[in-house]
């Protein structure tokens, strides 16, 4: 047999795992329908023009598809200054978060140290907690705290101070940028600790033996061979950071500086008359999220397991 | 405030039943799909980015996206199934009774894909040979699932309830979203938002209800660290 066709090899189970085989991937495929339909259908909803959803209801089959949703919300609604306020906020939150827990868990991890565990346990559960927890003495304290101001960054309408326009820390990006930073650093050094536990100490110490001090070492050593970790929590702290909406929400008062998710909430009354321009607003707003998602995914999964999973 | 705030008792169980949904639908219906993900087969990394895709998705988007579903004379659900035009619409979103699940809907969309990879995970460091035995010994695929890779799940199983827990009591973006929390849609962290920043001068309400919702989200996360320190200690 083999040789009268030599491309096929034979398989002794093939007749019983098929049907079977076959089941599931229909269950599947129906199953991914419908968790992407609702995705679906705001790419459809945003991409039929109001007076046709008018017209024909929203069940029914487009006459005529444009773009002109999304121009309105883009040129109108300010997107891409919200996109900037983001920005702004969610990379400084991420570079920030990541250098403080990469100490931490270099310390923890590297060096016997009495409370090592301690510390793990108390920046593990801080992350744990629901943040409305913490929401009260925490608008206390930024209504309360006086911050230098020691002038600002102007570039045409974008302003971003150093360190506060009010010498207050509420309603500032440095505001929103610190409780991100507070808030994540936690699970943050949770992931990386897992990960640099699996540095053997030897490599620290022969640094230590050639005369770098500790700084030196966390900066040539460890941070480069943490590299996949890095990634994968840099990943998962931009998703984090830029999907949060209770921060902003509670914090920020004027509407130029929140970041986009609050701000497509306060859209959603005033600009956004209609579920089309709704649509529209709610999908430019997690484009970088998706985008994110599908390059990185790699990191992505790592990072949520390695900091779940004791790995 | 037990008594007397007429919002304490159905914001409490409405965080009951959103974790009672949570742990009884939502988490196995993602420990499923991580179990029939978690084969050779073709497509398999394609299934799981699909369901995962919500998660990365910011809860503001997801409610808007569920509000295109839900509402009530131009959602898709209404419409498609003909309930505007016989005049028999169902108000998901305004009806007291009904919103929370329609809600709870819009939240398992995220929460599935999330416990389905955090499963998965764990389900890749189950070692093979103890299914193989398991085959060997005859059993049948949901015998191996239930007597041999779910007690050897432990700590995983752990880690799925607790996270579980956190996210029912974290509940607040889509309720806030949706109709800031009012008519049916009460979280207790949503009066604590409520109650603290809109009207300031309850803060000493909001306060209480805060150590209230703290107390209960020590459970979750004691367990977490105490399943935590035992491995690592």
Known sequence: MPAIFPGRAVKPNRRRIRPARATLHAFLIAMVALWLFPLFWAIYSSLRPISDTIQHGYVSWPSSLSLINYQTVWTQAQMPYFYLN????????????LLLASMVAFCCTQFSWRFNLIVLMLFTAGNLLPPQVIIIPLYWIYLNTPIAVLGSIDIGK??????????????????????????????????????MKTITKEITESALVDGANVLRIWWSVVLPLCRPALAAMATLLFTFMYNDFFWALILLKSGDKRPITSALNNLAGEFFVNNNLIAAGALLACIPPIIIYILLQRHFVAGLTLGSTKG | MFTGYTLFWPAFSHNLIWLAWLTFIATPLGMFLAVLLDREMRGTRI???????????????VGFIWELQYAPT?????????????????????NPHINLYAILGAASWRHIGYIMILYLAGLKSV??????????????????????????????????????????????????????????LELLSILITNNSISEASLVGFGSAIAVILLLISLVP?????????KTLA
């Open chain 2, 127 to 184: 070692d093979p040979s103890l299914r193989e035995a398991a085959r060997v010994d005859g059993a049948t695929e949901v015998q191996t699932f239930f007597r041999v890779v779910l007690p050897v799940m432990a700590p995983i199983n752990v880690i799925i309830v607790v996270v579980t827990a956190i996210e029912a009591l974290r509940a607040f973006d889509i309720a806030f979203i949706i109709n800031q929390g009012k008519n049916g």
């Open chain 2, 47 to 61: 299934y799981q980015s699909v369901f995962f895709l919500p998660v990365v998705l910011s809860l503001v988007v």
């Open chain 1, 86 to 97: 983001t920005l702004v906020i969610v990379i400084p939150g991420v570079i920030l978060t």
């Open chain 2, 221 to 229: 996360i004691v367990l977490f660290l105490s399943r935590t320190m």
């Open chain 1, 158 to 195: 974008f302003s971003f101070a150093l360190f506060s326009d009010n010498t207050l820390l509420y309603d500032q990006y440095i505001g929103i940028i610190l409780i991100h930073v507070v808030f994540q650093t936690g699970f943050a050094t949770f992931v990386l600790s897992n990960y």
């Open chain 2, 74 to 94: 131009d959602g898709f659900i209404n419409n498609a199934f003909g309930l505007v035009k016989s005049g028999k619409l169902i108000d998901w979103l305004g």
